[in-house]
């Protein structure tokens, strides 16, 4: 969100994700670039592994600095380690034949985690993409200390927690042709629950997993879930040809979801008070959001406060909202330019009182498709 598993259909629409000539001619110019550097960083014994951005920012797991990650000095990535790994920054996918430098020890589609120390990870374990345009998701906790994602061997989801390395497998069979194109999965910070859903596919229910009881609940068609706390998950709809809505609904099930106007495109997690939901508005242009945010009440849908964005750079192509920073300021991803070949994704945060915007983390993934960092189903 995200993993980006949010609202980047905008960008996929324009053109395919992978194998494109024109994004190989752009990334044989940018490797050519890179290379120069990273012979300067040979020179002083190490390997820099393009791709992505690395400064620790304490405590959020954001990357505020465009730094290159420096692998080892053979630029092998090792496994995932059976226990003992500290809390993740993002997660990303490796693709061998996408435009961009193609990362040392290149796996095809392959999932690959970032600790906020900047140690890099293959997870083999977990299922990233076959040979066609089915990615398979995977989710980060809110603290970056567990990851959710699929396994073929279990034929169905896994929890695991980073530091002790105890795994946990979902209840209920989950079969590949049921993930779809575009997947989401949403993990709670504790790793109790995760929701999933199918979409953009909606033909039939999620799932919300309950992995501590060992039951599950069918998550509507065509919601998308955003967060999971103790008590319920946040759901938003919005596109297809329904109208936008919101709904808090109980892990129990149950709950009425709040119908709104058409105006409303993006949504945030639920913010840290427990009652607002931020969201963005449609531009004038297809597509597109207004210089906006809202705050609105996730249980009757009216509107708490409003705010004009200040400080978002011309040009700033808005992905989606994410999670809360405190709260005062939610997290806002977005794209240098609507370019199908970029591969540039800023987070910014953005105080919905004062409509203030300053930048946090930039990330330099394959395909801004690809990526996904701790919290909501929308990336941070």
Same mark, same amino acid.
């Given at each position: ?31 050519? /670039? ?41 630029? $092998? ?16 996918? @490796? ?17 690959? #985690?970032? @600790? ?25 906790? $809110? ?12 034929? @169905? ?21 049921? *993930? ?16 999933? &859903? ?16 060992? @039951?599950?609940?069918? *998550? ?5 879930? /955003? ?33 709104? !106007?058409?105006?409303? %495109? $993006?949504?945030?997690? *639920?913010?840290?008070?427990? &009652? !607002? ?10 597509? &597109? ?13 009216? #509107? ?6 200040? !400080? *978002? ?17 939610? %997290? ?49």
């Amino acid at each position: 969100m995200t993993r980006l598993r949010e609202a980047l259909d905008d960008l996929a629409g324009d053109a395919p994700a992978i194998n494109l000539a024109d994004w190989a001619i752009a990334g044989s110019r940018r490797r050519r /670039r890179i290379r120069m550097a990273a012979g300067a960083a040979a020179a002083m014994g190490v390997v820099v592994l393009a791709g992505v951005a690395l400064g620790v920012f304490p405590g959020t797991g954001l990357l505020p600095a465009d730094k290159p990650v420096v692998a080892s000095e053979t630029g $092998r990535i090792a496994d995932l380690p059976g226990r003992g790994v500290g809390p993740l920054s993002h997660a990303y996918r @490796t693709f061998c034949r996408l435009g961009g430098l193609v990362p040392p020890d290149c796996g095809n589609g392959e999932w690959r #985690v970032v @600790t906020r120390l900047g140690e890099t990870y293959r997870v083999p374990q977990a299922l990233g993409t076959k040979s066609g345009p089915e990615f398979y998701p995977l989710a980060i906790g $809110r603290d970056g200390r567990m990851i959710a994602y699929y396994s073929r061997v279990a034929g @169905t989801f896994k929890v695991r927690d980073l530091a002790s390395g105890a795994e946990q497998a979902a209840p209920v069979a989950i079969a590949e042709a049921r *993930l779809g194109g575009n997947a989401r999965l949403e993990l709670s910070e504790d790793g109790r629950y995760l929701a999933f &859903t199918g979409y953009p596919s909606r033909k039939e229910d999620g799932l919300i997993i309950d992995m501590r009881a060992r @039951t599950t609940l069918p *998550l509507p068609v065509g919601w998308d879930p /955003r967060s999971i706390d103790g008590t319920a998950v946040t759901l938003a709809r919005y596109g297809y040809g329904q109208r936008p809505g919101i709904w808090m609904m109980p892990l129990t099930g149950g709950g009425s979801p709040v119908t709104l !106007g058409d105006a409303y %495109t $993006r949504f945030s997690a *639920l913010a840290p008070d427990g &009652t !607002g939901v931020a969201a963005l508005r449609r531009g004038e242009v297809a597509n &597109t959001q207004d210089d906006t945010i809202t705050v609105l009440d996730a249980k009757t849908g009216k #509107v708490k406060k409003t705010a004009t964005m200040r !400080g *978002l750079p011309r040009g700033s192509h808005m992905l989606t909202l994410g999670a809360w920073l405190n709260a005062a300021e939610v %997290t806002l991803v977005t794209t240098p330019s609507r370019q199908w070949d970029e591969n540039r994704q800023i987070t910014y945060a953005v105080n919905v009182e004062t409509g203030r915007v300053r930048q946090l983390a930039v990330y330099h993934p394959q395909s801004t498709m690809h990526l996904v960092v701790p919290g909501a189903a929308a990336a941070l």
